[in-house]
């Protein structure tokens, strides 16, 4: 099993960007998948999740309304589009198999929102 993210960067508070989480060696279609956060010194915060017909999404109270999670059953892929980002979402972002427990991982992108 290999999770693989990418388009992580830096980026203005207001501004946007969007992750992008490869995903190899399992059975994509039949598995949730999650988005986390690290920020140093705060531990893990679960993001968001969206099951593997996209029919069950959900977010955290912290980023409801400004985060949308999206998946590509063909390609393998899910997405975390961010938008009106604040200082406060600076983290190292993860995508995660599973809901909002995790069996595996990848090693995370850096989002940094300052001005």
């Known amino acids: 099993v290999q999770l693989v993210e990418s388009g992580g960067g830096l980026a203005q508070p207001g501004g946007s960007l969007r992750l992008s989480c490869t995903a190899s060696?399992?059975?994509?279609?039949?598995?949730?998948l999650s988005w986390a956060r690290q920020v140093p010194g705060k531990g893990y915060e679960w993001v968001s999740a969206?099951?593997?017909?996209?029919?069950?999404?959900e977010y955290a109270d912290s980023v409801k309304g400004r985060f949308t999670i999206s998946r590509d059953n063909a390609k393998n892929m899910v997405y975390l589009q961010m938008d009106s980002l604040k200082p406060e979402d600076t983290a190292l972002y993860f995508c995660?198999?599973?809901?909002?427990?995790?069996?595996?991982w990848g090693q995370g992108t850096q989002v940094t929102v300052s001005s």
């Open positions: 969206i099951s593997p017909d996209s029919d069950e999404i």
């Open positions: 060696g399992f059975t994509f279609s039949v598995y949730a």
């Open positions: 995660a198999r599973g809901w909002r427990t995790y069996d595996y």
